[in-house]
């Protein structure tokens, strides 16, 4: 068993990750803003070659990864706990959902709630339908589930599953080189370790980048919306320097109240932005909608997750499907720690449950809402919100609000909340980030905090500057085709960590149940007061946590 990291001078020193992967980001932003055409170019070839040759591994890998986590949640293995034997959850059911949610994605409600589902209107996906019809809102809202839903978080579930696995069960430290102690044993703490942590440093990079550039064109959508603000690059590089002003600083203050009343004032904003669209929306319609859509979702998932570009709509795979898959790909460290810092003393199975069900069933609603509401407006001819998509996504949103009542309000509302999902979320990856490059380190020195938080920026000017959207997306798929073996190798080698673990047949099922391995298996002990073995009020303490409070064990 490896050690648990602490917070020793040792564990805060910066390793060689923290320099390989600074210099590879540094040199793509350089390469961006000093020649952005020719990074444009090389990205485009890159990605051409690798959705073409390896698009499949994408889907594949994905709808692998859920069969293994319900073959998981449904095994004996399911009531294992992530933790003791004896452990307890640190947080009530209702908080640990809610932690979740605030955990990814946020930007996303916003940019693709609407301008995914009127795309696909528009131009439904694989040709499955005829465009701007009513069997065409069903596949628009299919597809958007399916972007959005399981496979999503089928990907996060695995890595913070096995995360929380390796840290509270095993007491590695939490790095994803770590994860491959059952495979390759010492040498994860050699070269070869060192290089999955700097692929899984640049794929949590460019993931956070890529939301980074989305917030920002959004935030500008709204401007110019609302005042006429031009939708320039020069205006979305200020919003990125003063959204990376905001997050930095808070991933340094760490100030747990501060983000803690971001964090709940989003989700507070958001449900009642929820709520007034549904209620003032076209309610009935939505109802039938998503009632028709989840029958199609789930009746045609495995159909569906084997879709190939073999057809030649290659185009639509790699802005949608490819993008979307190696966009989860590239959160998938961050999420991973996330999730199995909040997750202690769950068991497996419900691990499982929560993280794919509770989610994916709250996305599928709010894309319901919003992009069902723009369906209903363009299919009824009062308004034509598909073809202000498809001039600028970013306005898609912002043109169905106006389609309501109290347009500048719920405008205002939006803009906000942009914000605060990215004020709340881009502080804890840049806290991962610095903790993957010192060492595995909970408390990372703060130089190197502020070193990723202004890397993080100039990378996002940079790949606005070479190409908008399209270099977004580009880098966003090049640089998780590595992680994608990197995962792979995650699930094999949790697998083969979790075998080793005794599980007598006889074992109650029920989740409360106190399982009677202690004497079989190798579980990790408190090292230290900032160990990740520490108390529940220490456990949480940093930006990693989102700052939500730990309540009292169930």
């Excluded at 994803?176 to 370790?193: C, H, I, M």
């Excluded at 917030?215 to 990376?244: C, H, K, R």
């Amino acid at each position: 068993m490896s050690d648990s990291p602490t917070a020793s001078p040792e564990h805060r020193r910066p390793g060689p990750v923290l320099l390989v992967s600074l210099t590879l980001a540094v040199a793509i932003a350089v390469w961006g803003t000093a020649a952005g055409d020719s990074l444009s170019r090389v990205g485009s070839a890159a990605l051409d070659g690798i959705t073409r040759s390896f698009g499949w591994a994408y889907l594949l890998v994905s709808l692998g990864f859920l069969i293994f986590l319900v073959f998981l949640a449904c095994s004996r293995y399911g009531r294992l706990r992530l933790g003791r034997d004896d452990e307890r959850p640190a947080f009530r059911r209702l908080t640990w959902y809610a932690m979740i949610l605030s955990a990814v994605m946020g930007i996303g409600l916003i940019s693709y709630g609407v301008a995914e589902p009127i795309s696909h209107l528009a131009e439904p996906p694989h040709g499955m339908a005829a465009p701007m019809t009513p069997a065409a809102a069903v596949t628009a809202m299919q597809f958007s589930f399916f972007d959005w839903g399981l496979h999503a978080w089928g990907i996060f579930a695995v890595v913070g599953l096995a995360m929380s696995w390796s840290m509270f069960r095993r007491g590695r430290p939490g790095l994803v080189s770590a994860l491959f102690r059952p495979l390759l044993g010492k040498r994860t703490e050699g070269p070869v370790g060192g290089a999955i942590d700097v692929f899984a440093v640049l794929a949590t990079l460019f993931g956070t980048t890529t939301s980074l550039g989305l917030g920002a064109m959004q935030i500008n959508g709204g401007f110019t919306a609302l005042f006429g603000l031009p939708d320039s690059p020069p205006v979305q590089f200020a919003i990125i320097g003063v959204i990376t002003l905001l997050f930095t600083a808070s991933a340094l203050t760490g100030v747990a109240r501060g983000i803690r009343f971001l964090s709940e004032t989003s989700m507070g904003l958001g449900a009642l932005l929820f709520v007034f669209v549904l209620v003032v929306g076209p309610t009935l319609y939505l109802v039938d909608l998503y009632v028709q859509t989840i029958g199609r979702y789930v009746s045609e998932l495995v159909s569906a997750s084997l879709i190939t570009p073999a057809s030649g709509d290659l185009d639509f795979m790699q802005s949608w499907t490819y993008f979307m898959l190696a966009w989860w790909l590239s959160w998938a460290a961050f999420v991973g720690v996330f999730l199995a810092r909040i997750s202690r003393g769950r068991t497996i199975r419900e691990f499982v449950t929560g993280v794919l069900v509770v989610p994916s069933a709250v996305f599928s609603i709010w894309f319901t809402a919003f992009g069902g509401t723009a369906i209903h407006s363009d299919l009824a001819g009062s308004t034509r919100i598909a073809v202000a998509a498809a001039a600028d996504e970013n306005s898609a949103f912002f043109a169905t609000l106006q389609s309501l009542p109290l347009p500048t309000l719920t405008s205002i509302v939006t803009i906000v909340l942009v914000v605060l999902f990215f004020v709340s979320g881009a502080d804890a990856n840049t806290f991962v980030l610095g903790m993957l490059t010192s060492r595995g380190s909970e408390q990372p020195p703060q130089w190197i905090l502020a070193l990723w938080g202004v890397v993080t920026g100039a990378a996002a000017i940079a790949l606005l500057a070479a190409g908008g959207l399209e270099s977004l997306q580009q880098m966003v798929i090049v640089t998780s085709a590595p992680f994608l073996l990197i995962l792979i190798g995650v699930a094999i080698g949790f697998w083969k960590d979790l075998r080793t673990e005794f599980v007598p047949h006889d074992t109650p099922l029920i989740e409360g149940a106190v399982t009677s391995t202690a004497a079989h298996s190798t579980v990790a002990q408190p090292a230290s007061a900032n160990s990740v073995g520490s108390s529940d009020s220490e456990r949480l303490d940093g930006p990693v946590s989102a700052s939500l409070p730990a309540e009292p064990r169930n």
